[in-house]
């Protein structure tokens, strides 16, 4: 089973999910995670950044020439780059669901647990008192004989 059909239930995350996944999974292990994060990000925006000018001369002298083509390459330049963008944060996002599931690193052996960060803890718990309250048990029924 691919990672994502195991992750998500299917194929993946609609595209307006890939982020937000990936930036649902940073809010609880920010400290963690963020050089991942910031990696794929600097990565994404580096290449289409040292693209650009490129891009831009293509088509000024497209639209030049060939209007028509012109509208095409920068259609086709952009979806094609935003599909990538997208490809790229939704696998992040299951990479870091899959390293850092249920407070364990999975990348650190098997030892590595670490646990949720304590803001995240509290935060939880305040959203939700009652959710995470634990039953008082009164005195306890028993069979034995003491």
Known sequence: MQASAAVWGGEGPPECCATSATESSVNRREPQERPEILAVQRDIEGSLLA????????????????????????????????????????????????????????????????????????????ADPERHRLAQPGKAETRLPH
Request: no cysteine.
């Open 51 to 126: 693209l650009q000018p490129a891009v831009e001369k293509v088509a000024v002298e497209l639209v030049q020439s060939d209007p028509d083509l012109a509208r095409r390459f920068l259609t086709y330049y952009s979806l094609s780059h935003a599909e990538d963008a997208v490809r790229r944060w939704r696998d992040l996002a299951e990479y870091l669901i899959t390293r850092f599931n249920d407070g364990y690193d999975t990348e650190a052996g098997p030892e590595a647990e670490r646990g949720y960060p304590e803001g995240w803890l509290r935060e939880v718990i305040r």
